[in-house]
């Protein structure tokens, strides 16, 4: 990689930020990403206690678009994901059925952090560190850390944090998609994660709660293939819910939590363990919807934004939108007719 070489930075360290990193780095961009947790993954998250572990944020992912397909098989072939069978229930007025969906559901392995770990293995990421201004210095652009410390400069910077994170680091310095951010509408939920004392009489593995005022999904991790600690079980509450009850202190809201998939589930079991975590943003609003674009750009400023927000959500979407942010620098960056892939 040539000292001449564009230099990039992203902000976040989720899946759409690693996604559009690797299609950069295996193009010849020097690149920094910048995430302000000690892991990688976003939402795409794994939560470990002790022996037991749970994937409190993204449950699983799907594979539509073409353009991932090459990516799943390479870690499908690695063993960093697997299928999984089990059995998915759905829950309307009070009546139980199976789901009819014919898909593939895929989730990591050991954990749904492993894809993030994967996808980052390769890359320079500076975690615990928060980006928290931008300030332009000719031509370039630097980022200020916690107390304005310096960051370094760069000739773009990427940013895939949730859109009003986004909106707030960017609209001061990118006014052609300021506009678009701000419409952005990210709906909370809130996690619980659940070892029972032993296993509930149901017949399914995780459960879409269609009709619960509390409760929108309930989904027993062991059930997922490379996961061994027994009865981990995850619960997501409703964004409704979720949005009334955000600020709450999270340890009172494990007692609401565990009466909701008791009504659920049928029987109230005990507990070994339990503890809810907040996802402030988590889902894209139906009413906003995408931001008409898989990511943004402006060539003037060499600003972007990218993120499962943009093309609606989902796991697929951020590998998406990462990759088609990247490929919208690199058009902008490399000397005209370069040839490129943006392969994720």
Known sequence: MSSNSPRVAVVGAGLAGLSAARVLVANGVRVTVFEKSRAPGGRAATRRHEAYHFDH???????????????????????????????????????????????TRWVGVPGMRALGVD??????????????SLLRSDRTWRLLGDDDAALGEFDTVLVTAPAPQTHALLAPHAPSFAAALARVE???????????????DVWWDAAFVNDDAVLSWVARNASKPGRDAPECWVLHATSAWSAANLESDAAALVPLLLDAVARVIGESIPALYAAAHRWRYAIPAARTGAVGEEALHDHVTGL????DWCVGGRVEGALVSGA?????????????????SAAI
């Open 186 to 200: 990210l709906l909370p939920c809130i996690a619980a994660m659940v070892v029972m004392e032993r296993r509930p």
């Open 119 to 132: 996808l980052a293995r390769t890359l320079h990421v500076r975690y615990e560190t928060a980006v928290q």
């Open 57 to 103: 944020g993204a449950q699983y992912f799907t594979q539509r678009d073409p353009r991932t397909a090459a990516q799943l098989r390479e870690w499908e072939h690695r063993g960093i994901v697997s299928p999984w069978n089990g059995r998915i229930a759905a829950r309307e007025g009070g009546v139980w059925r199976e789901s009819s969906e014919a898909i």
């Open 304 to 307: 972007a934004a990218a993120g």
């Open 324 to 340: 088609a942010a990247a490929e919208k620098i690199l058009r902008a960056q490399l000397p005209a007719g370069s040839p490129f």
